[in-house]
């Protein structure tokens, strides 16, 4: 076939160190692991925007978040619009138009009137943040199946600051694996490659598939032999757990409060890690369903496999949990990994690649041109050799608020990154030296070369970009020379020529 499938694995809130192949010591991650020795993994692979929502829109349309302008999740929405506009360009209706099957098993979350379905997919229509556990079609299948209904004990939480009940963080589920939503999930996406492996068959006719689990986002909600399958006992905690807040945005200590880290114990925060980790195993578990049947089904040789997630979680990281406005690798950098027929195996990139790329890549893969992704950048020619190809050498990152507006813009290059706050203290981190962001050093006096030149270097990206984000630069910190006037008027350019 001149045209792939694609199947398109998707993950929520998943931080890389969970995998063997990004380093996990506990051999939790099978089939993702044999995923990346056989394909290529990225390193560097990091999501537009900590947020799910607008990362998931990103991925459908190539967008940035401030282009496509779908800025929140709308469960917490604080004034922005709650669905992509009419005539946006999306990749599956592209796909749709170019003859190819198109389906999407799981979380959507990209708007609240417009479906799965209004952009093309088929598939359960499942709204919602997290497994939306009383949906229809999930009841009819445990029906079906004779399971047993969702329950739940030893819930997990801490007290918020006003002295009532935290946000659950995670429970034991009283279902064997067979009637978890995630068996659900991976059972439905079979049965849907299963029908499209015979039009394969039977029409040469191409399919997109993308299975996309709600988990591992907190609750960590699993059966028990994954709730207890981690002993937390072995369980490292994160060095930014002895975050103090110093010389940072105090944003950072309000979210650590509203996520009641300081009131449970640190071993409480092990047990969580345990759990979230067993929540990724699981779901490696089921994955490995998948694979086993695109390979029963004759496909593996004519598709092509991407692993990624929306963003990552802090799981106690910088005493936080879940994700928001403070923009560290916990929450951006992310887990990334193409396989494509006939492209060497085990390869490892260390670009700075994007959720974003994805798009591109897709297109590419289905022969289509990936040009209306305006800030997608296909990944096919990293993927088909372990030669160097010539790649943009950092990365911009945007943040837009949750639970309220807070505009955030990050430039991150190999050695460091800058976070830029408009509202409070900028940030800046020397990732080889302080790998676990502890100390914010843009106020230092030696950094004030790097701060300077960190700083152009994002105002002019952002500027060429369309970010308006980047006015505010222009006036509040050291950009260098600007070859417009500032104030917008139009009445006084003359000034500004260079």
Not at 19 to 40: F, H, I, Q, S, V
Not at 49 to 55: D, K, L, R, S, Y
Not at 422 to 440: C, F, K, Q, T
């Amino acid at each position: 076939m001149s045209r792939r499938n694609v199947l398109l694995l998707m993950t929520d809130q998943h931080r890389a160190d969970t995998l063997g192949a990004y380093g996990n010591p506990l051999g939790l991650t099978p089939n993702l692991d044999e995923l990346a020795a056989t394909g290529t993994r990225f390193d560097r692979w990091y999501t537009p925007t900590a947020i799910c929502t607008p990362a998931r829109a990103s991925l459908l349309t190539g967008q940035a978040p401030f282009r496509h302008k779908l800025l929140a999740n709308y469960e917490r929405n604080v004034g922005y619009i709650e669905d992509l506009p009419d005539g946006q360009f999306s990749f599956s209706e592209a796909l749709r138009d170019n003859g190819y099957n198109c389906g999407l098993i799981g979380k959507w979350h990209v708007g609240t009137a417009k479906t799965a379905g209004d952009f093309g997919f088929d598939g359960p229509d499942l709204p919602g943040w997290h497994n939306p556990v009383d949906d229809p079609d999930y009841l009819a299948y445990l029906a079906e199946h004779d399971l047993p209904p969702y329950e739940i004990s030893d819930r997990v939480r801490g007290t918020l600051p006003n002295g009532g009940p935290g946000n659950l963080l995670a429970a034991r589920l009283h279902q064997p694996v067979e009637a978890t939503f995630e068996h659900y999930l991976a059972t439905r996406a079979i049965e849907t490659m299963e029908r499209y492996a015979a039009d394969v068959r039977e029409h040469d006719k191409p399919f997109f598939l993308q299975l996309s689990f709600f988990g591992p986002h907190l609750p960590y909600i699993v059966p028990d032999e994954y709730f207890d399958l981690v002993d937390p006992g072995v369980i490292p905690l994160p060095r930014s757990v002895a975050e103090t807040f110093h010389g940072k945005p105090p944003v950072q200590r309000n979210y650590s409060d509203h996520w009641t880290f300081d009131t449970m114990p640190l071993e409480t925060t092990r047990k969580l890690i345990a759990v979230y980790w067993g929540y990724v195993a699981l779901i490696d578990h089921e994955i490995g369903r998948v694979l086993d049947a695109m390979r029963r089904l004759g496909l593996a040789d004519d598709t092509a496999v991407l692993f990624t997630c929306d963003h990552g979680e802090f799981t106690g990281s910088h005493r936080l949990h879940d994700k928001g406005p403070a923009m560290y690798e916990d929450i951006y950098r992310t887990p990334g990994i193409v396989r494509v027929p006939g492209a060497p195996g085990g390869v490892v990139r260390d670009e700075f690649v994007s959720l974003l790329d994805c798009t591109a890549t897709i297109l590419d893969l289905a022969g289509i041109d990936p040009e209306p992704a305006v800030d997608s950048r296909s990944l096919l020619p990293l993927v088909s050799t372990s030669d160097s190809v010539g790649w943009q050498e950092d990365i911009v990152c945007e943040f837009h608020g949750h639970h309220f507006p807070y505009p955030q813009r990050m430039l991150r290059t190999d050695r460091y990154k800058l976070v830029v706050n408009p509202d409070s203290v900028n940030e800046l981190y020397d990732l080889h030296a302080d790998p676990d962001e502890l100390l914010n050093r843009y106020a230092h006096p030696e950094m004030a070369e790097v701060r300077s030149r960190l700083m152009r270097r994002l105002y002019d990206l952002l500027r060429d970009r369309g970010d308006n984000f980047y006015h505010w630069m222009t006036s509040m910190y050291e950009v260098g020379d600007v070859t417009h006037d500032p104030t917008l008027s139009g009445l006084d350019d003359q000034t500004y020529q260079r």
